[in-house]
């Protein structure tokens, strides 16, 4: 059964640090890996996918990797902002065959100005 | 911002009465998923409907139903509801039901009294 472990639960940093939050995951049978990030109370904001025959995804200031074989994924954050605080979650596509992605519960971030 | 849009955006309803939650998913896209997401948890999922037919299922009991309509907006009914169901639900669209980015609307909250 595919399990979904981020950690740390929190963070908080001060502004303009680079920083690494981190997924792992039981079973390294995956189609892909998403990031999201989650604002209080509003829905997710895709930030990237990663398909299971890719290494890694840039997007700006955010880079994602991903080890299928050591089932860990880690999300850079490069020069941090305060309005980078949110939560940020994890989620793998099982390639059993099931469509649905199984979440991690989050790493609640806090940029402090 | 996507172009998933759901509605509503909040609800509070009563134990043991019935309740419909829509979605529009965002323009081109076939697949609609709904998740549910409870306090400090990550999003569980709950169905998947392509084309008009469900094609995938989560551990949810069945007074949790959905429909895909032609346009491909979804809907997702939850009868006889419990005090458990307050959740944060979360329709997400995907251009096919495996190996693309899933993108998330606002979320409904919906609180059972």
């Known amino acids: 059964k595919q399990e979904v472990t981020q950690i740390p639960a929190a963070l908080s940093v001060p502004e303009g640090e680079n920083l690494v939050l981190n997924c792992s995951f039981t079973?390294?049978?995956?189609?892909?890996l998403q990031w999201f990030r989650q604002d209080p109370g509003k829905g997710l904001t895709s930030l990237l996918l990663?398909?299971?025959?890719?290494r890694e995804q840039t997007s700006g200031r955010l880079n994602a990797s991903l080890d299928k074989s050591s089932g860990r994924s880690t999300l850079y954050i490069a020069a941090s902002q305060p309005g980078d605080s949110a939560t940020y979650l994890c989620?793998?596509?099982?390639?059993?065959?099931?469509?649905?992605?199984?979440f991690g519960t989050g790493t609640r971030l806090k940029v402090l100005a | 911002e996507t172009g998933v849009t759901q509605s509503p955006t909040h609800l509070i309803k009563t134990r043991g009465q019935q309740v419909t939650l829509r979605c529009s998913s965002q323009s081109g896209h076939n697949t609609v998923s709904w998740y549910q997401q409870a306090l400090g948890q990550g999003p569980q999922f709950i169905f998947q409907?392509?084309?008009?037919?469900?094609?995938g299922r989560g551990n949810f009991p069945p007074r949790f139903s959905g429909l895909q309509f032609p346009n491909y907006s979804s809907e997702l009914n939850v009868n006889a509801l419990e005090l458990d169901d307050s959740a944060l639900y979360l329709c997400?669209?995907?251009?096919?039901?495996?190996?693309?980015?899933?993108?998330f609307g606002q979320g409904t909250r919906l609180t059972v009294v």
């Open positions: 079973d390294s049978a995956i189609y892909n």
């Open positions: 997400a669209s995907s251009l096919g039901p495996l190996n693309t980015e899933a993108f």
């Open positions: 989620a793998v596509r099982p390639g059993s065959g099931t469509y649905k992605y199984i």
């Open positions: 409907y392509y084309r008009e037919e469900e094609n």
């Open positions: 990663i398909q299971s025959s890719q």
